[in-house]
T-cell receptor, first 111, second 111 residues
Framework: NAGVTQTPKFRVLKTGQSMTLLCAQD?????MYWYRQDPGMGLRLIHY???????AKGEVPDGYNVSRLKKQNFLLGLESAAPSQTSVYFCASRGPKDGYTFGSGTRLTVV | DAKTTQPTSMDCAEGRAANLPCNHSTISGNEYVYWYRQIHSQGPQYIIHGLKNNETNEMASLIITEDRKSSTLILPHATLRDTAVYYC????????????WGAGTKLIIKP
């Protein structure tokens, strides 16, 4: 039981490049979330999903897209990376009344 | 959602009890108090949550005042590995609940 797994763990992108971050959970959780965390700040919600095939915008969705084609996977895409998207990205999942389980994060630098 | 107020930082001696306060004076009757922590560079970790009764688990105890306007997270025997940012979050636990993250309290355990 691995919990929540994020890939990759580190990535450097050039401005304008695209990439996809993968989040996988093996707990059969319905709810999944993508957050970003900038230095010295709390987490901010980018997008979330309440079940397979569903997605919704969070607090800071601009510049990101997501997909939840399979229940266990939640993908975060950056179509045209910008330096402002340099951050640590965390994925999380939870059951109906469970606490959140977080992945270990992806550190993204856009130069 | 009710807002929470936490001290920016706190120190505690190793082996002593760490008591982390949280004020949530506008909490409503159906809002739970959640505590998470984030050890440097890692994803946040769920600690405990409660509604109005005091709660205890293997990690910590949560003491909620009778009027529910404040709470205290207690780590009974703090170790150096408890150094982290601790987040107090208040939220309704409906099926679609989300957590809004503040800046938290930086707890430093000193040898």
């Amino acid at each position: 039981n691995a919990g929540v797994t994020q890939t990759p763990k580190f990535r450097v992108l050039k401005t304008g490049q695209s990439m996809t971050l993968l989040c996988a959970q093996d707990m059969n959780h319905e709810y999944m979330y993508w957050y970003r965390q900038d230095p010295g700040m709390g987490l901010r919600l980018i997008h979330y999903s309440v079940g397979e095939g569903t997605t919704a915008k969070g607090e800071v969705p601009d510049g990101y897209n997501v997909s939840r084609l399979k229940k266990q996977n939640f993908l975060l895409g950056l179509e045209s990376a910008a330096p402002s998207q340099t951050s640590v990205y965390f994925c999380a999942s939870r059951g109906p009344k469970d606490g959140y389980t977080f992945g270990s994060g992806t550190r993204l630098t856009v130069v | 959602d009710a807002k929470t107020t936490q001290p920016t930082s706190m120190d505690c001696a190793e082996g002593r009890a760490a008591n982390l306060p949280c004020n949530h004076s506008t909490i409503s009757g159906n809002e739970y108090v959640y505590w998470y922590r984030q050890i440097h560079s890692q994803g946040p970790q769920y600690i405990i949550h409660g509604l109005k009764n005091n709660e205890t688990n293997e990690m910590a105890s949560l003491i909620i005042t009778e009027d529910r306007k404040s709470s205290t997270l207690i780590l009974p025997h703090a170790t150096l590995r408890d150094t982290a940012v601790y987040y107090c979050i208040v939220r309704v636990m409906d099926s679609n609940y989300q957590l809004i993250w503040g800046a938290g309290t930086k707890l430093i355990i000193k040898p």
